[in-house]
């Protein structure tokens, strides 16, 4: 076994509201900066153990399927490293 670190993030899909990246969109506006879109994620960091990066990412996906992310509204990305 080999220790990985999974990287999940989970952000809304496009087309969902997203009240908290929209506020900020406007004070970063007020603030003189130009942007086109932002969006808000969050990101969870998982210590794990596994067999390959592949199962590593395999799992860490399916906890992102079942707790993590609303497949209905997230869109999830799974990054694994060495730890």
């Given at each position: 076994?080999?220790?990985?670190t ?9 087309g969902v ?67």
């Amino acid at each position: 076994m080999t220790a990985y670190t999974a990287t999940v993030t989970v952000r809304l899909k496009h087309g969902v509201l997203d009240p908290e990246a929209e506020t900020t969109k406007q004070a970063l506006e007020r603030l003189g900066f130009d942007l086109e879109d932002l969006r808000s994620a969050d990101r969870f960091e998982v210590d794990l153990e596994a067999e390959s990066a592949d199962a590593a990412s395999e799992r860490a996906s399916e906890m992102a399927e079942r707790l993590l992310a609303n497949p209905t509204i997230h869109d999830y990305d799974v990054e694994v490293d060495d730890r």
